[in-house]
C-alpha cells in the first residue's frame, strides 16, 4: 500500500470512528487540537447570578476550582452548581464565548468531510452512510434549536441506521443523538415501533441562559443522570406493548351509569377510568363497582362507584407490573407528559410474553435440527478440527453453537459429504442471517417482537431441516 492510500484509509478510519456510534469526548477534542490543556472553561447562569470556572487537564477530564475532575461535562456542571441536571456541553464554553457543544460540531463536521460519502455501514446494509446520517442529525438538531423538532415513527428512526428492530443498535443511536445534543421523547426504546418520537434538545437547566441559539425544545432528564456516559438497559417495558400509548376511551367524574354501561357494553371493557383532564386520573368504574355502588344504595351516583386505579409510567420495567397486573387485571400508562395514554392488561403482557417464548420455541428447534443433521453425518473429530482444534471447548456435539455448526456447513468437502442437492452458498447465508437473528433474542438484546419476516426465516429453515435433515 502506497503512502497516500495509507494516509486516506487512515483518514477514512479516524472518521468513521468518530461518526459511528461513539460518543465523543474532550479528549478527541485535545487530539483535533480544538481544544489545550489548562484551556479555561466557564458555566455563566445569568439568572441565578452565578458563574463557575474550570479548566481542561491533560487527559481531557474538567477539573473544578475545588479541584474535583469529572470526565463528563454533565456531571462537572451539576457538581459545580451542586444540584439540577445539565447539557453539560452546552453549559461550558472557552474564553472566545463557544460552547463544547460548538467545538464537538467542529470536529464532527470534519470527519464528515473526511468520510467516503458512498460508504455505507457494513454490518447492516443501510443506505444511510456515517457522514449522510451526521447530516441528517446535524439538521434534526437545528429543528430542534428552533423549536420545530424532527417527528417520526420509531420504525423511521431506526432505518437512519439499517436497523429493523431495537437491540444492539439501541447504543449506537444513543451515542449518535448524543453527539448532537439530541434524545427522542419519548425514549425510542420504551415504545413501540409504530410510535411516534420527536428528536429534541437533550435537557438543559430549566432556564434558558445557556442556549445557543432559538427557543430549544427540552425533556426533563433525572438529577444526576450524565447523559453522555450512562446506557440504558433494553428489557420490555410498559410501553412496548402496543395498547400502552394507543389512547384509552375514558368518562368525567358527572357521567352517568348509563354512559358507562352503554361504552363499556360496546367496546366489551370491563372497566372504564375516569378521567377529570388528562392528567387527573380519579379513579376507574367496573361492572364489579357499579353492581356494588347500586347494591349499597339503589340511588347511587357514578362517584360511589369509583375505585382507585393503578397507573404507572410507560418507561416503567413491565416485569415490575406484573404483581400490579396480577392483583388488578390492569394498569393505566402514563406518558412521557405524564398524561394517561393507554391501558395494560393482564392479556396484554400474557401475549407479549407468549411470542417471546414462541420465538425461543422456534430457535430451539432450528439448534436441535441442526445439531442431529451434524451428529448423524461427521464424526465428532471432523467437527473438533474445524471448530476446536485444541479440544477445550467442544466436547460433545451438544457442545456447538450455531456459528459452529456454519463453520462446518461452509466447508465444501463436509458439504459434498453430507449430499444435499442444495446451493451451499445461499444456505450459509441464511443461516449466518439466523444466527444473528438467534443472538439477538437468545441474548434479550431486544424489546421488541421478531418481524414476521425474521420468524419465515426460521421457520422455512426448519421446514427444510425436516426434509432434508431426516
Avoid at 481531557?60 to 469529572?70: N, P, S, V
Avoid at 441559539?213 to 447523559?227: I, K, M, N
Avoid at 417495558?237 to 400509548?245: F, I
Wanted: negative net charge; hydrophobic residues 40%; aromatic residues 6%.
Amino acid at each position: 500500500m502506497t503512502d497516500s492510500h495509507a494516509g486516506s484509509a487512515e483518514t477514512q478510519s479516524r472518521a468513521r470512528y468518530l461518526l459511528d456510534g461513539r460518543r465523543v469526548t474532550l479528549t478527541d477534542l485535545l487530539g483535533a487540537g480544538l481544544l489545550s490543556e489548562g484551556e479555561h472553561l466557564s458555566f455563566v447562569r445569568p439568572r441565578m447570578g452565578e458563574k463557575h470556572e474550570a479548566t481542561v487537564t491533560s487527559r481531557g477530564w474538567i477539573r473544578l476550582a475545588d479541584g474535583e475532575e469529572f470526565r463528563s461535562p454533565s456531571k462537572a456542571a451539576l457538581a459545580a452548581v451542586g444540584y439540577g441536571a445539565f447539557d453539560g456541553w452546552s453549559a461550558w464554553q472557552v474564553d472566545d464565548g463557544r460552547f463544547l457543544t460548538q467545538l464537538r460540531q467542529e470536529l464532527l463536521d470534519r470527519a464528515a468531510e473526511e468520510a467516503d460519502p458512498s460508504e455505507p455501514d457494513e454490518q447492516r446494509q443501510t443506505s444511510l452512510s456515517p457522514g449522510e446520517r451526521h447530516t441528517r442529525l446535524k439538521k434534526a438538531r437545528e429543528s430542534a434549536e428552533a423549536g420545530s423538532p424532527f417527528t417520526l415513527s420509531v420504525q423511521e428512526l431506526l432505518g437512519w441506521w439499517g436497523a429493523t428492530g431495537r437491540g444492539l443498535v439501541n447504543e449506537q443511536i444513543e451515542a449518535d443523538l448524543a453527539n448532537h445534543s439530541l434524545v427522542t421523547s419519548p425514549e425510542f426504546d420504551k415504545v413501540p415501533l409504530t410510535a411516534t418520537v420527536h428528536l429534541v434538545k437533550a435537557a438543559e437547566e430549566d432556564t434558558e441562559d445557556v442556549a445557543l441559539t432559538g427557543s430549544p425544545v427540552t425533556v426533563p432528564v433525572p438529577a444526576g443522570q450524565s447523559e453522555e456516559e450512562e446506557s440504558r438497559e433494553t428489557g420490555l417495558t410498559v410501553g412496548t406493548l402496543p395498547s400502552a400509548l394507543g389512547g384509552v376511551i375514558s368518562v368525567k367524574p358527572t357521567a352517568t351509569f348509563e354512559e358507562v354501561i352503554t361504552l363499556m357494553v360496546l367496546h366489551d371493557f370491563s372497566q372504564l377510568p375516569v378521567l377529570a383532564g388528562p392528567h387527573n386520573l380519579r379513579g376507574t368504574v367496573s361492572w364489579k363497582s357499579i353492581a356494588r355502588a347500586r347494591h349499597a344504595d339503589p340511588g347511587a351516583h357514578l362517584s360511589q362507584a369509583v375505585v382507585d386505579a393503578r397507573d404507572v409510567r410507560y418507561d416503567h420495567d413491565l416485569i415490575d407490573v406484573l404483581p400490579t397486573l396480577a392483583e388488578h387485571d390492569f394498569v393505566l400508562v402514563r406518558d412521557q407528559r405524564n398524561a394517561i395514554a393507554g391501558i395494560v392488561t393482564a392479556a396484554d403482557v400474557a401475549q407479549a410474553y407468549g411470542d417471546l417464548a414462541g420465538h425461543f420455541l422456534l430457535i430451539g428447534e432450528m439448534d436441535r435440527r441442526l445439531r442431529k443433521v451434524i451428529a448423524g453425518a461427521f464424526a465428532l473429530p471432523e467437527v473438533t478440527k474445524l471448530c476446536d482444534p485444541e479440544s477445550e471447548r467442544i466436547t460433545s456435539f451438544g457442545d456447538m453453537t450455531v456459528g459452529d455448526y456454519k463453520r462446518v456447513l461452509e466447508n465444501s468437502e463436509l458439504w459434498e459429504k453430507l449430499g444435499w442437492p442444495l446451493d451451499r452458498k445461499v444456505f450459509i447465508d441464511r443461516l449466518d442471517e439466523i444466527r444473528r437473528i438467534r443472538n439477538n433474542v437468545m441474548h434479550f438484546n431486544s424489546s421488541d417482537p421478531l418481524p414476521k419476516a425474521d420468524v419465515d426465516k426460521i421457520r422455512n429453515l426448519n421446514k427444510l431441516l425436516r426434509e432434508y435433515g431426516e
